[in-house]
């Protein structure tokens, strides 16, 4: 299908390469969000952006990613029932952009050396070549995949920051799963849906998609099949509520879509709102889907399922350091969660989440596998977020239980990944 130009592009081409011009290494740049190259069957756009750097070290003020896995209990999950430490192992995280970083594996490289405290990698050089595999490895893989077989063109410095937010923070939520990096051809809907694909066929057994595109609808829901894979996307950091029409993929029901949330952290205190440019949307493409029934009013299927801090992470970009915020922040580390999940389960004897219904799982998790009210978030698993707006309509604000830009909450990780290994 073909969709149509959202909003976002209100910038001229000279107008976003003046944005683009970085300055030293002692000062900050700007980067905006806005995709240059307008494809033909759709629009697409990467959902975050750089907004400081490069910097010769992450900064200060910035999370570390021990930080982020205490606050939400990753550093807490325990063992499974084979007596592993629960952290993504034996599973593939698949993650899909358009186009080909080639300093993707150094930038990983010198992420994890960083953060020395983070489990090491193979595939990064080439002296530790690897293939993703479910088998468990002592040390997990990272692949890189072009979708079509053919290596795409460079990414442009932008897309190129997602890359990098992309991999190294998946790999903070789960540790020991492998990360499959798969590089679509191109940034159309076709395209990006072969590289959906390619990643599944690949055996990830969750696939996060940092993106959303204009050209993919209600009529390519079959690309996210359920049955072996779960998938997470973002409605995006254009604010509540979008009024283009649709946002996919996350849009669709199928699909878990994340919201953004401001964590600032204080000593041993933290306090989480809503972030202002969160998404949050009705799908008219799609009715409301069952699991949503005792949460959502809306007859539509309702952006967001769920939440995570939007803001202020470190990454490396081409050997440098930059400050990235966005609702892709929480997409690839939520699919770290998934792969949690889905090693817990495994242990037990269970198939992936998702072969059960990923969004359905994590709904019911909410309420304690259907204990509470309707409309109660059992504390054990989320943080309800019910403070700030992401838009001066009434439903893009944060209330008490589920709502449009922050979903149930962001997750209490120990608690969630022992529930759904449950369910």
Not at 187 to 203: T, Y
Request: hydrophobic letters at 40%; a negative charge; aromatic letters at 8%.
């Amino acid at each position: 299908m073909h969709g149509t130009a959202r909003r976002r592009f209100a910038l001229s081409v000279t107008a976003l390469a003046a944005l683009l011009v970085g300055v030293g290494a002692s000062g900050g740049v700007a980067v905006s969000s806005t995709h240059a190259r307008i494809p033909g069957p759709g629009v697409a756009h990467i959902l975050s952006k750089i907004v400081g750097g490069p910097y010769s070290a992450p900064p200060k003020g910035l999370f570390a990613p021990t930080q982020i896995r205490n606050e939400y209990g990753f550093n807490a999950m325990g063992s499974d029932a084979n007596g592993n430490p629960i952290d993504g192992r034996g599973q593939i995280i698949g993650i899909v952009l358009w186009d080909s970083d080639a300093s993707l594996q150094s930038d990983m490289a010198m992420f994890l050396k960083t953060y020395s405290y983070l489990e090491p990698m193979n595939g990064l050089t080439t002296k530790t070549p690897c293939t993703v595999s479910h088998t468990i490895q002592t040390t997990p893989c990272f692949e890189v995949a072009y979708a079509t077989g053919v290596k795409p063109p460079a990414m442009n410095a932008n897309t190129m920051g997602e890359a990098s937010l992309d991999v190294q923070w998946a790999h903070v939520t789960a540790e020991g799963a492998d990360i499959l990096f798969v590089e679509a051809a191109g940034d159309s809907g076709p395209q990006l849906l072969v590289g959906v694909d390619k990643a599944v066929s690949m055996g990830a057994t969750v696939v996060s998609m940092s993106w959303d595109q204009t050209g993919i609808g209600a009529a390519d829901n079959s690309h996210f099949d359920v049955s072996t894979a779960g998938f997470v996307s973002g409605s995006g950091d254009f604010g509540c509520p979008d009024n283009s029409g649709q946002v996919y993929p996350s849009g669709s029901a199928d699909v878990l879509s994340v919201g953004g949330t401001a964590l600032t952290i204080s000593g041993t205190t933290s306090s989480q709102t809503t972030w202002a440019s969160s998404g949050g949307y009705a799908n008219t493409q799609e009715l409301r889907p069952g699991y949503q029934l005792n949460w959502s009013t809306d007859q539509y299927r309702t952006d967001n399922d769920v939440a995570y801090n939007a803001i202020n992470y470190p990454i490396v970009e081409k050997g440098k350091w930059f400050k990235e915020d966005g609702v892709s922040a929480g997409i690839p580390q939520w699919a770290g969660l998934v792969a949690d999940a889905d090693q817990a389960r495994a242990a037990l004897g269970k198939s992936v989440l998702a072969a059960s219904g990923l969004n359905s799982g994590i709904y019911l998790a909410a309420s304690d596998g259907g204990k509470l009210a309707a409309g109660q978030i059992d504390k054990a698993f989320f943080t309800d977020i019910t403070t700030g707006s992401a838009g001066s309509s009434a439903t893009c604000k944060a209330s008490k239980g589920w709502d449009w830009p922050t979903g149930l909450g962001t997750p209490s990780a120990n608690g969630l990944v022992s529930e759904l290994a449950d369910l």
